[in-house]
């Protein structure tokens, strides 16, 4: 046997080898891991190997399992010790707190350490961006700015060039949307002008990149955006062809890597999709939200980091937009619910998404023809959301329920005064000012008012196609189509509904295609073109009977009545599976309040759904509906996708 001051090393490092082998495992055997952590102790180690074991099972029990409390216990324990062990118990603590929803208890364990950690660069870096991160979460943008200054200025001390540009990037936060453009292009300059390390160089390129698109997109700027989307996807394939043990940096501040490689390439996906899903490629945004999804699953597979869950949760977001505009709520629907489980999983996730949670439910309550619960869905998410964009997208949906139900005028109105495009309009986005336009000319429409209509429209066909909102300006295609079309000029409605078409099948958007078949098939009579009236009258019923059997089959699944939450005030999604039952609760309209219209006769359930048209809108949802009440109608049921 070996003698008692070898004895100690060789058990650790074979116990400590195990619990390696089973941690990296494939599928991991979380249990032996720790059991081999635990056995440590048995042992009696010395302070510093006890304190390192601690922080061990800590970490493995904080991303690997479900029980937290016996992870903040480890935690707790190994801060006090030593300097290379307190600093990274003190970030995974504050990780777990934050989890917990216990920011307060955060916030004070990362100030001091980080007051301690000024001889150790890494680390007072690193632990200056986390608390700077839980103070942008709180939307308390000076404490973080603060932050981020004293990170840049310490990060100029100790001669890092590199983290000290990721604090000032990050500094560019708090200007004004017009302001930060320009800036983002300068840093930009700056960046490709530094002679580094290149898988900083790289890394700080995506860095800046990923700023830049996401402020056009939040910008609505989905044209202007292309060049800097496009040398972000560029970057992305150099760094991942780099190895990150090619060249270590010598200065200990400069090993702060932003976000790992792996999950630079999903962000990359990420906002890729958000921009195809904003300009109306749904195909596209279909093909990267898989690739992503598919990236995701295997990173979560030795990976628990909190944002993976984020990123999973966000593509899931725009993947539902995208299955409501091509016709497919069913699987909308479960993956809303499937959004709900993984929220269900983390109090902090839930509560960063619980508003929008609420507007996907509404946004699919629409799409059903269920007004109040959608009325109810977006009152709630209007409750839980601080952010303008999205509070500005809500408030718009919401008047399109007013508008839809035509006995809400003194709350529709005073809706639409909160969202006046041409006067104070509340956020700098191009896209949704664009909507607020089509908004007022749908409902000019719906109340006759046709030129006061067309006037709204062209201003929106102006907007959109600066910035290729293509589903936008599809819409305001067929809309002002259907307005000549009542007007009597068949040949400029023609002018109008044929590119509408041509537009919606590119996208492809289900929903305007069933309105531009109905109209072109009454305009081709019109026009005494029967081959072609039969022609689209064959569309108008494909398409009528796709998005049928699709309501059906969404309002037949269990998970149809996650759309009528126990309170108003407090959502409640484990209580939406109980007793679920199938539920046709949207069936709702009696056949009784239809009427013959020109063009149009609705005599049967079948035509409440062949009447029905579904359009959508990307992560900040919003949506336009109403029912015309001329001689020409459709019971149009409509969310705008910007």
């Known amino acids: 046997m070996a003698s008692n001051v070898e004895a100690p090393e060789s058990w650790y490092l074979a116990l400590l080898g195990f619990a390696e082998h089973f941690r990296t495992s494939s599928p991991p055997k979380i249990r032996l891991c720790v059991h081999c952590l635990q056995a440590v102790f048995q042992f009696k180690p010395p302070q510093r190997v006890e ?23 480890h935690l707790e324990k190994a801060i006090p010790q030593f300097e290379d062990v307190k600093f990274e118990a003190a970030s995974l603590l504050s990780e777990l ?3 917990q929803n216990l920011v307060d208890s955060a916030k ?3 100030r001091k350490a980080i007051q301690i950690s000024q001889q150790t660069p890494y680390w007072h870096c690193r632990l200056l961006f986390q608390l700077a991160q ?25 001669g890092s060039e590199y983290t000290r540009y990721c604090n000032l990037a990050l500094l560019l936060m708090e200007r004004k949307l017009g302001e930060v453009h320009p800036l983002l292009t300068l840093c930009g300059t700056i960046v490709e002008n530094w002679q580094g390390n290149p898988i900083q160089k790289e890394s700080l390129r995506v860095f800046f990149l990923v700023l830049q698109v996401t402020h056009y997109l939040d910008a609505g700027q989905v044209k202007s955006v292309k060049p800097c989307l496009k040398q972000l996807q560029q970057c992305i394939q150099t760094i991942s062809t780099l190895h990150d043990d090619e060249i270590l940096p010598s200065n200990p501040a400069d090993l702060f890597h932003w976000l790992p490689k792996e999950h630079m390439c999903v962000l990359v996906y990420l906002v890729t999709v958000m921009h195809s899903m904003q300009a109306g490629y749904l195909e596209k945004a279909q093909k990267y939200t898989d690739k992503a999804l598919m990236q995701l699953e295997k990173l979560k597979m ?14 899931l977001e725009h993947i539902i937009m995208c299955r409501l505009v091509t016709g497919h709520k069913a699987t909308a629907l479960q993956e809303i ?23 996907l439910l509404g946004l699919y309550c629409i799409s059903v023809n269920c007004m109040d619960n959608a009325e109810a869905q977006f009152t709630a998410a209007l409750r839980l959301t601080t952010h303008q964009e999205l509070w500005a997208f809500i408030v ?35 896209c949704l000012r664009a909507a607020a336009f089509y908004i007022r000319g749908l409902l000019s429409f719906f109340q006759g008012r046709y030129n006061e209509a067309k006037r709204f429209l062209r201003e929106t066909l102006k907007m959109s196609n600066a910035e290729d909102l293509n589903r936008l300006t599809a819409c305001s295609l067929v809309l002002l189509g259907h307005i000549f079309y009542v007007l009597g000029n068949h040949r400029e409605s023609n002018n109008m509904v044929v590119p509408a078409m041509q537009l919606a099948s590119k996208i492809p958007d289900m929903s305007v295609q069933l309105w531009s078949s109905a109209l072109l098939k009454d305009l081709n009579k019109a026009l005494g073109n029967t081959i072609d009236a039969h022609e689209a009258a064959q569309m108008h019923q494909n398409f009528s ?26 959502p409640a999604w484990p209580a939406c599976y109980e007793h679920m039952a199938l539920s046709y609760t949207c069936i709702r309209e009696s056949e009784s309040k239809l009427t013959t219209h020109k063009g149009y006769h609705s005599s049967s359930l079948k035509d409440v759904y062949n009447s029905t048209i579904v359009s959508l809108r990307l992560l900040k949802i919003r949506g336009v509906l109403g029912k015309h009440s001329s001689s020409y109608t459709i019971n149009l049921l409509m969310l705008i996708f910007l």
């Open 97 to 99: 707190y934050c989890q």
């Open 302 to 315: 030795l990976d628990s980091s909190p944002i993976l869950s984020t990123f999973q949760v966000i593509l």
């Open 396 to 430: 718009t949906n919401l008047a399109s329920v007013y508008i839809r139900e035509g006995n809400r005028h003194q709350e529709l109105y005073s809706l639409l005064e909160r969202i006046n495009p041409d006067h104070n309009f509340p956020v700098s986005s191009h």
């Open 545 to 570: 009977q796709q998005l049928l059997q699709d309501h059906i089959a969404a309002c037949s699944l269990p998970e149809h009545n996650l759309i009528s939450p126990r309170t108003a005030r407090q």
């Open 51 to 73: 304190a390192r074991t601690h922080l061990q099972l800590g970490s493995v029990l904080y991303h690997h399992t479900k029980n937290s409390e016996l992870a903040r216990s």
């Open 134 to 158: 839980l103070h942008t979460l709180e939307k308390d943008l000076v404490s973080a700015c603060d932050l981020l200054g004293v990170g840049a200025e310490y990060a100029r001390v100790v």
């Open 337 to 359: 619910s499937q959004v709900c489980q993984l929220c269900q999983q983390s109090p902090r996730l839930f509560t960063n998404h619980a508003a929008q949670l609420h507007t």
């Open 108 to 110: 004070p364990l990362l």
